[in-house]
């Protein structure tokens, strides 16, 4: 199966500065880069599904599933629980990483306070807790949010064993009609 993925702003320029040979000058247009467009076609034009940039909440890159023509109601079930996990795994994520995120900037805070530092050093540059404290802080995190986790890799789990067992059966189906058509 063809993947294709979309890019926007500046994603979209990183990706054909990167595709771009040495010793070669720039090109502007973003369309040149094979694989690459600024925005997926609408669902019933698609070829493929659609990988995009990074989510910046959940770091996860959201896809558009593509519709086939003519396609079944156990394609259309597959397709649909693949978004629905999708959906899913950004709502965790997103709500993990704002909680991560929070976290990290209470404990921050409070190891200036405590230590009786500025935020800034003379310099300029921001100042943050050691090595050893910020292992003891991600060592205390993963320990006190262990039990979601834990719950969500069990229903990641189920999750992936039933799209695989629908993929399996969609494609044992394709297999069935394209014999009884010869």
Known sequence: M?????CTGRNAHAAATKARPAGRRKVKAKASVP????????????????????????NLRPIKFRVP?????????LRQLRAETQKWNQAFWSDHNQQFNKE?????????????????????????PPA???????????????????????EWYKRNLYIIYLSFRVKMSRLVSTALMR
């Open 69 to 77: 023509p003519g396609e079944s109601a156990a394609e259309e079930r």
């Open 35 to 58: 694989g690459l467009a600024a925005q997926p076609p609408p669902q019933s034009q698609m070829a493929h599904d659609w990988i995009g940039p990074a989510d910046p909440s959940s």
């Open 104 to 128: 990290k900037a209470d404990f921050i805070r409070t190891w200036l306070e405590k230590e009786d530092y500025s935020s800034v050093r003379t310099d300029g540059s921001k100042r943050m």
């Open 132 to 154: 050893e404290d910020m292992s003891e802080f991600y060592r205390t995190f993963l320990t006190e949010h262990q039990p979601s986790q834990l719950q969500y890799q069990r």
């Open 2 to 6: 063809m993947i294709r993925t979309f």
